[in-house]
């Protein structure tokens, strides 16, 4: 089981510039990111001078499924030779957020048989309008350059294996 950290107290490293990152060695993969003055928090308090954000060292180097948008759309998933399988998310999405490691999973088991891509429906609505999006996630299996089969929601992995299955 998984918590959600809600404080955290680190002493003051006074040698780094205040600009510079700072890893901390004592919670393996997370560094401290000095926030800029433009930044806005998901907090009611405004950040003070000088303050920093956590975040995960990872999050730089993850290689995910990529981002199809309005221009890539036609060559990548209609005109692709392979059966492709796009995700319907948007950022804000908490659903979105528990069904992106089962695709980048899929996307890797199925390399080379099945594409992968993300569509984020807040920057490309008229992707999700052209497909009758209306919750999400939403996944869609493509094949040929036609809409086979939509599943709906943070569905098991094994609902989106027997999709896919029917399409390779």
């Known amino acids: 089981m998984a918590g959600v950290l809600e404080t955290l107290i680190i002493p003051r490293v006074s040698s780094a510039p205040p600009s510079a990152s700072v890893r901390i060695s004592e919670f393996r993969g997370l560094k401290m990111l000095p926030t800029r003055s433009s930044a806005k928090l998901s907090t009611t308090r405004s950040p003070s001078r000088g303050s920093t954000r956590i975040v995960c060292e990872a999050q730089d180097t ?5 981002a ?8 990548l998933v209609l005109k692709s030779d392979l059966p492709v399988l796009v995700e319907f998310w948007a950022p804000w999405c908490g ?3 528990m069904i992106h490691p089962v695709i ?3 996307a890797k088991e199925y390399a080379g048989k099945l594409k992968c891509f993300k569509v984020n429906t807040d920057d490309c609505s008229t992707i999700a309008t052209q497909y009758g999006i209306r ?3 939403t996944v869609i299996i493509f094949k040929n350059g036609e809409k086979k089969e939509a599943v709906i929601g943070a569905v098991p992995e ?5 999709c896919i299955e029917k399409y390779l």
Do not use: E, F, H, N
């Open 104 to 106: 980048d999973k899929l």
């Open 135 to 137: 919750s999400i996630p």
């Open 158 to 162: 094994s609902t989106l294996t027997t």
């Open 95 to 97: 659903p979105c957020r």
């Open 62 to 66: 993850a290689v995910g499924v990529a």
């Open 68 to 75: 199809v948008t309005d221009p890539d759309w036609q060559s």
